[in-house]
């Protein structure tokens, strides 16, 4: 069982800045492969970025490339996003996820514990 609290979510003008942290419960961190997915309002959760068990491979949706990066801290049980240069089209929940096994999928439906999200609003 893993337990995900997010934090850093927060309202910031458009080409600005905000990292977001998801702390883990539990022992065993290191086992899972971490995501973030976000929801904006009235689509779909989408898949952001993700990261393997170890923190060398990292993956990341087209439109965030360049400008989120994806890290964890295996000692901390913590997985971070830096988010850079945000727009307005950035605006959504943010949600941590972790699944247990070595691989990252895009899909949100293969990963077994998901935190409550945190909001990242981005005015133009």
């Known amino acids: 069982q893993v ?3 997010e934090s850093g979510g927060g309202l910031v003008q458009a080409g ?3 990292r977001l942290s ?9 086992s899972y492969a971490m995501g973030w ?12 970025a993700g ?4 923190g060398t491979s990292t993956f990341y949706e087209n439109s965030v490339k360049g400008r989120f990066t994806i890290s964890r801290d295996n000692a901390k049980n913590t997985v971070y996003l ?3 240069s945000l727009k307005p089209e ?6 941590c996820a972790a699944r247990s096994g ?3 999928y895009y899909s949100e439906t293969r990963y077994d514990y998901w935190g409550q999200g945190t909001q990242v609003t981005v005015s133009s």
């Open 3 to 5: 337990q995900l609290v």
């Open 90 to 95: 950035d605006t959504a929940v943010y949600y």
């Open 51 to 54: 990261v393997n068990r170890e």
């Open 16 to 18: 600005g800045s905000l």
């Open 102 to 104: 070595a691989i990252v």
């Open 37 to 48: 997915f976000r929801q904006a309002p009235g689509k779909e959760r989408e898949f952001v």
């Open 22 to 30: 998801c702390a883990a419960s539990g022992r065993t961190f290191s």
């Open 82 to 84: 830096q988010m850079n």
